[in-house]
């Protein structure tokens, strides 16, 4: 049945290049977990490695309390789910979803009972006899998911199972799949690059940059007090704010305070990076100055991208927004007009100049 | 630290390079090295000294050059327009085209060569028709102009498959982009069709020049003393079998360095110019009508049924009473009769044979074609780099160099049946591993990965998914293999015994005996043998389209 998946110290090289330098992590059983981060900070890798792809060339991988590292994949009781669907093209529908029992002993009944089921799980019970060929990606994706949970395996681990497809379809099927891991109740371990994905499926995300789990956290954790500035500015939009911390406040470059955010332990004097997302400020009589130099109107918000006085954006980073609620009778701005912000000091995180540690009291839990 | 067993693909592709080092690589560095070696042994070379000192040594040379690029200008000339005709205008019978030019194609030359002499020879029949009735001395077809005229039309079939092939992937809007640009007509054709299908042209000319210069049995039975450099190394090495083949090594090694080069250009310019053309959409075929339309379909059949003259005249001489090289009035069966009681033994030695040689080759070709596209590293990069080398070895080469390795002790093969299957596998294998790593290109690896992750070992998901869907790209390439291995005469008349005779060696000797009932009727079943594989192969692939 369903195990947990227990990684310690993990390190992978490919030739001299180290791309995972010694990761640890703890996947709890039955859970929907979630490896997101950039494309080639090795995420698929260690996917690969947990399902025995990738060989392992330092530390632990258990499953429950059993060792895994000189366990073969086809011997580790995985059901994987590809990126590019890897159904068998000379093999119907039917066909694929059985083909895991070739290698196991389960009665003819059973697998008659057991396909059945499944087909009407992930609803392709219609296409059972159709050639791959026939099927659209999202079908197809639908056909991959059951053949790989079929099999009642310990782990299901998907590799970007939906970057193939359309917009709407992805909706529809990340919605398939949260279901179907719910209803089986099985220990997964997902793979995306979309944060917005990552954020909607899972129980729990680790965020990796590089081969370095960055962040490990509920979704909610993530998104409200990220780790470092690479989570906050990765994880959804986060404005970067260079100031300095004074007594009861936070000054900037051209000399405008704002309260000190709720929770941030700083020390007067301490040189720190503030992090706002758009929607965190408000337009006020008094806070921070900006310009605004562009407008975009996006449906249920206007976005604006502003411009502030010399130093007080952290340079190196993307234009600093401001998201408006749409509400068709707010006042619009118009560019070149000049406008005052004032964060909300309850969502706001503050980090250290470097970005690389979060100051808020409790915030940034590592994996 | 976590231990990792070797596994099967990594015993195989050492078991392999050890074959292809015994087999290939050790048997060519001691022709090289005996091109060097004087009559005792030592060092010198008074061999190739030699050769560029004697008019008759290095006239071959020049010879086989002249006849290989007369030939590839000539195939180029014919090939690429009617390419261009087949592709873009609507053809009649378009099919049976195609599978006549594959016929003329995959018969053997020396056969052309043969039928060329019954017609136009001396005492050919066009030859004394013109004499007797209308009193005109036509030139006959003997030496330089026999040997193109047979080449060429054995030999454009390559440039007219390759470059449809390139023709048909050539994205239509190309061209239309250039219509929209005001280019039309021929400068449509020379600035935008031409430096396309460039590479590939190209490619197809190096293999129709390589075959040109290769070709054994043609100027052997055509060229009339017109020495070329494989009959010259044929002659020497049969001259001084027994004594020391040092110099026919010589001749075999200058042969291979020239090959060798032409190949690594042609490589490199590929390399640097080739485009990765892969339309969806085919060029739609215009019709073309009134008397241009007859005048494009008489063109067009007409060279290919020209092309076809020599399997005619073969298969109708066959059913002629003849007495050895008179054919005499009347049809009979006799020539098959005498055919099957003296060389019955032949058709067998052929099927048993290249039975063998195709089993080997597509265990070899899928194994390699696995092992270059999924493992790679540098065992099986120098297993795929040596596998392109018979690409560049001349049969009679090949044959020279098996003979030399391996009729000593402790092998003894020569005039063995193992000889002549090592030899036809080693000729014939990269047709089926090109074709073989062709298609495995085109299957994700994530296939045999789904199929490992659903509890199936590897091995079994190797056999059970990733062979099952590169069997028709297998079969593409075995058929090619199959076909050519049946005609192969180069290597093997060097090789074989009178136990390990094959058709078509068989058929030589017959025409060098002047047995020419029994030639016509042997070459009417290696042509029948052949068409039938091929149409077997048509039915079973469900297309009619090779893809070299």
């Not at chain 1, 093999?91 to 087909?119: H, Q, T």
């Not at chain 1, 994706?141 to 395996?153: M, T």
């Not at chain 2, 074609?369 to 780099?385: C, F, H, K």
């Amino acid at each position: 049945m369903s195990v947990s998946i227990t990684m310690n110290n993990l390190v992978k090289r490919y030739g001299g290049q180290t791309v995972i330098p010694g990761l640890s992590l703890t996947i709890r059983n039955e859970e929907f977990f979630t490896l997101l981060g950039p494309s080639g900070c090795g995420k698929t890798t260690l996917l690969r490695m947990i399902a025995g792809f990738n060989g392992v060339d330092g530390g632990e991988l258990y499953f429950d309390e059993r060792p895994m590292m000189n366990i073969p994949a086809h011997r580790r009781n995985i059901g994987m789910v590809f990126q590019n669907y890897a159904i068998f093209p000379n093999m119907s529908v039917r066909k694929n979803v059985e083909y895991g029992f070739r290698a196991r002993k389960v009665s003819k009944e059973e697998v008659r009972r057991r396909v059945d089921e499944i087909l009407d799980v992930v609803r392709i019970r219609e296409y059972q006899d159709r050639m791959p060929a026939q099927l659209s990606g999202g079908q197809l994706q639908r056909v991959a998911l059951a053949r790989a949970i079929v099999i009642h395996p310990s782990v299901l681990l998907m590799d970007e199972p939906l970057s193939n497809l359309d917009a709407k379809l992805r909706l529809d099927l990340r919605g398939a799949i949260r279901d179907v891991q719910k209803q089986v109740g099985i220990t997964t371990c997902y793979v995306t690059h979309d944060q917005e994905e990552a954020l909607a499926i899972s129980d729990r995300i680790a965020v990796m940059n590089q081969g370095v789990i960055q962040q490990v956290g509920t979704p909610m954790e993530i998104y409200a007090r990220p780790a470092n500035g690479f989570v906050a500015t990765f994880i959804g939009r986060s404005g970067l704010f260079r100031a300095t911390a004074r007594e009861d406040c936070l000054e900037f470059a051209d000399g405008s305070r704002i309260p000190r955010p709720v929770g941030a332990a700083v020390a007067p004097g301490q040189q720190v990076a503030l992090s706002i997302r758009p929607e965190e400020l408000s337009p006020a009589a008094s806070g921070l100055r900006a310009v605004v130099r562009s407008r975009t109107f996006l449906g249920k918000s206007l976005n604006y991208v502003l411009e502030f006085a010399d130093g007080v954006a952290l340079p190196g980073y993307p234009p600093i927004e401001y998201a408006q609620d749409f509400t068709g009778s707010c006042r619009m701005y118009e560019p070149g007009e000049v406008l005052f912000l004032q964060p909300d000091l309850g969502r706001v995180n503050v980090f250290t100049e470097d970005l690389s540690r979060s100051l808020m009291e409790g915030g940034g839990s590592h994996g | 630290m976590v231990k990792r067993r070797p596994d099967v693909w990594q015993i195989l592709s050492l078991v392999i390079l050890a074959a292809f080092c015994l087999f290939l690589l050790w048997p060519l560095l001691c022709l090289f090295l005996s091109g060097f070696q004087g009559e005792e042994g030592q060092w010198t070379l008074e061999n190739f000294v030699k050769f560029f000192s004697k008019r008759y040594y290095y006239q071959a040379l020049w010879n086989s050059l002249s006849v290989a690029v007369c030939v590839t200008a000539l195939t180029l000339l014919i090939g690429i327009p009617l390419a261009y005709c087949t592709t873009f205008f609507r053809v009649r019978g378009r099919g049976v085209l195609d599978l006549l030019i594959i016929i003329a194609m995959m018969s053997p030359p020396f056969i052309g060569a043969y039928s060329w002499i019954l017609l136009c020879g001396r005492s050919g029949w066009v030859t004394t028709f013109f004499a007797e009735h209308l009193g005109i001395d036509i030139p006959t077809v003997y030496g330089f102009r026999g040997i193109v005229l047979v080449l060429t039309l054995k030999l454009y079939p390559f440039i007219y498959i390759y470059v449809s092939g390139a023709l048909k992937r050539m994205d239509p809007s190309l061209m239309e982009a250039a219509e929209s640009l005001g280019i039309h007509g021929i400068r449509k054709i020379t600035s935008n069709v031409l430096p396309l299908i460039a590479p590939t042209a190209l490619s197809a000319a190096l293999l129709v020049f390589m075959n040109a210069l290769a070709d054994f049995g043609t100027p052997q039975l055509i060229g009339e003393g017109y020495v070329t450099m494989p009959t010259l190394i044929y002659t020497e090495f049969v001259n001084e079998m027994g004594g020391n083949a040092s110099f026919a090594a010589a001749l075999a090694a200058l042969m291979v360095a020239i090959t060798a080069v032409l190949f690594l250009l042609q490589k490199f310019y590929v390399d640097r110019r080739g485009y990765n053309m892969n339309s969806m959409r085919a060029p739609a075929a215009q019709p073309v009508a009134g008397w241009r339309g007859s005048v494009l379909h008489i063109l067009l059949y007409g060279v290919v049924l020209f092309s076809l003259i020599p399997q005619v005249t073969v298969i109708y001489t066959s059913f002629l009473n003849a007495n050895r090289m008179v054919f005499l009035k009347g049809y009979s069966l006799n020539s098959y009769v005498l055919a099957f009681q003296t060389l019955g033994g032949a058709i067998w030695n052929t099927v048993r044979m290249g039975s063998a040689a195709i089993f080997i080759i597509v265990i070899l070709g899928v194994a390699i074609a696995y092992l270059s596209v999924r493992r790679r590293n540098i065992i099986t990069g120098i297993i795929d780099t040596a596998s392109m080398f018979p690409y560049i070895i001349p049969g009679s080469v090949l044959g020279i160099t098996l003979l030399l390795t391996f009729n000593k002790r402790p092998w003894l093969w020569g005039g063995t049946a193992i000889i002549m299957v090592l030899s036809l596998v080693i000729r014939r294998l990269p047709y089926t591993l090109r074709s073989s790593s062709a298609i495995l290109h085109q299957i994700p690896a994530s296939l045999e990965e789904a199929s490992v992750s659903l509890g199936v070992s590897p091995l079994k998901s190797f056999f059970r998914i990733t062979t099952v869907l590169m069997l028709p790209g297998v079969f593409s390439g075995a058929i090619l293999s199959w076909v050519t291995v049946i005609n192969e005469l180069s290597s093997s008349v060097i090789l074989y015994s009178t136990k390990t005779r094959t058709l078509s060696v068989a058929v030589y000797s017959e025409v060098v005996r002047g047995s020419y009932g029994t030639a016509a009727a042997l070459s009417t079943i290696l042509t029948v043998l052949t068409l039938v594989s091929l149409l077997i192969a048509f039915r079973v692939s469900g297309n009619d389209e090779l893809h070299l």
